[in-house]
């Protein structure tokens, strides 16, 4: 088995969400920029994908609309676990 690593580390992906921030914040009144995932554990490999979450002001969205937001299991998060 070979094991292939992506071309950017943990830092060069740092660095650039940090030099994206700028950009980001013209558009969106950020709160918070949140990495999770492997490359916040420090555990990715080249099928890694960046892990981020934005929280912003703005106004409240009516339930449903989550933009590219998927389920994570087929349960609808509107009804409690059986």
């Known amino acids: ?3 292939f690593y992506p ?6 992906i740092i660095a650039r ?3 994206g ?4 914040e013209r558009s969106l009144p950020l709160i ?9 554990a420090g555990s990715y490999t ?4 960046v ?9 409240p969205r009516v339930r449903g609309q989550h933009g590219s937001l998927k ?10 676990p059986a």
Request: glycine share 6%; net charge neutral.
């Open 1 to 3: 088995m070979r094991v």
């Open 7 to 12: 071309r950017l580390t943990s830092e060069e």
């Open 17 to 19: 969400l940090r030099a």
């Open 21 to 24: 921030v700028l950009e980001l």
């Open 32 to 40: 918070r920029l949140v990495l999770f995932g492997s490359y916040a």
């Open 46 to 49: 080249v099928g890694s994908d």
């Open 51 to 59: 892990d981020l979450l934005v929280v912003h002001k703005g106004e």
């Open 71 to 80: 389920p994570t299991s087929p349960r609808s998060p509107d009804r409690a």
